[in-house]
């Protein structure tokens, strides 16, 4: 089991873009995969499973209007930030710890 994107670039377990979580309430060999992203900037086509590798499929929607919208908001504030962020998403795993042990993740 490897944690992949639509780039092809191999996510590891110290990754920022992804995160485990245990969830024993979970069945035997469930999985269960969250993509969080900010819909006004990145559209997620599709959260596969392919061959042992999670594939988030997207498209980038850049919204100026909404970027530009957001930094003057910001500047407003005094406050500035790494806008590229708003095009990144990241990926929640939920299993149980059986399932976990069971999965070979990738580093």
């Given at each position: 089991?490897?944690?992949?994107?639509?780039?092809?670039?191999?996510?590891?377990?110290?990754?920022?873009?992804?995160?485990?979580?245990?969830d024993d309430t979970l069945e035997n060999d469930t999985i269960l995969v969250e993509v969080n992203h900010i819909d006004d900037?990145?559209?997620?086509?599709?959260?596969?499973?392919?061959?042992?590798?999670?594939?988030?499929?997207?498209?980038?929607?850049?919204?100026?209007?909404?970027?530009?919208?957001?930094?003057?908001?910001?500047?407003?504030?005094?406050?500035?930030?790494?806008?590229?962020?708003?095009?990144?998403?990241?990926?929640?795993?939920?299993?149980?710890?059986?399932?976990?042990?069971?999965?070979?993740?990738?580093?």
């Open positions: 089991f490897t944690i992949d994107d639509s780039i092809g670039d191999l996510l590891t377990r110290d990754s920022n873009n992804y995160t485990v979580f245990i900037f990145v559209k997620i086509k599709s959260v596969r499973i392919v061959e042992g590798y999670i594939s988030v499929s997207h498209t980038e929607r850049i919204k100026l209007a909404n970027l530009f919208n957001l930094f003057v908001d910001n500047l407003k504030d005094e406050e500035i930030y790494n806008y590229t962020k708003v095009f990144d998403y990241k990926i929640d795993v939920f299993v149980n710890q059986d399932t976990l042990d069971s999965l070979m993740l990738e580093e």
